[in-house]
């Protein structure tokens, strides 16, 4: 008798377990389809800017960045497209995200790189 309330137990949490972790996906109108716009652009870093320090897109592109520090080792984060990336000396970077937020949106380098590093910003600009 045990057995049994030992196996029914076990299918239960299987089956409370099994409820949990299921995963459906909902696309909604509101959701941000890529529109097959594919906006390039190549950043250089150096002590203590990035050019161009203004990238404009529109909401849906897919953005590509090529970033080379020509320098010293910098970092390249924009908070809210979850972006950081290590961008050593000589060495190119590819980053790709799809632009689904309208609004001005800061880039700034996130490794501390000298004494003007503070003010190493730019805008990502997405209509």
Not at 22 to 32: A, D, F, L, N, Y
Not at 100 to 110: A, R
Request: net charge neutral; charged share 20%.
């Amino acid at each position: 008798m045990k057995r049994i309330w030992l196996l029914l137990l076990l299918l239960a949490i299987v089956f409370v377990v099994s409820g949990c972790i299921r995963q459906t996906t909902t696309i909604s109108s509101e959701q941000v389809q890529p529109t097959g716009e594919i906006k390039e652009f190549e950043i250089t870093a150096k002590q203590f800017s990035f050019e161009p320090s203004v990238i404009t897109v529109n909401k849906g592109d897919t953005v590509k960045l090529k970033i080379t520090s020509v320098d010293v080792t910098h970092g390249f984060a924009i908070n809210e497209f979850n972006i950081n990336e290590r961008i050593e000396r000589g060495k190119i970077v590819n980053v790709e995200f799809i632009a689904d937020k309208i609004g001005t949106f800061p880039f700034y380098c996130s490794i501390v790189c000298g004494t003007g590093h503070s003010g190493m910003r730019g805008e990502l600009i997405v209509k």
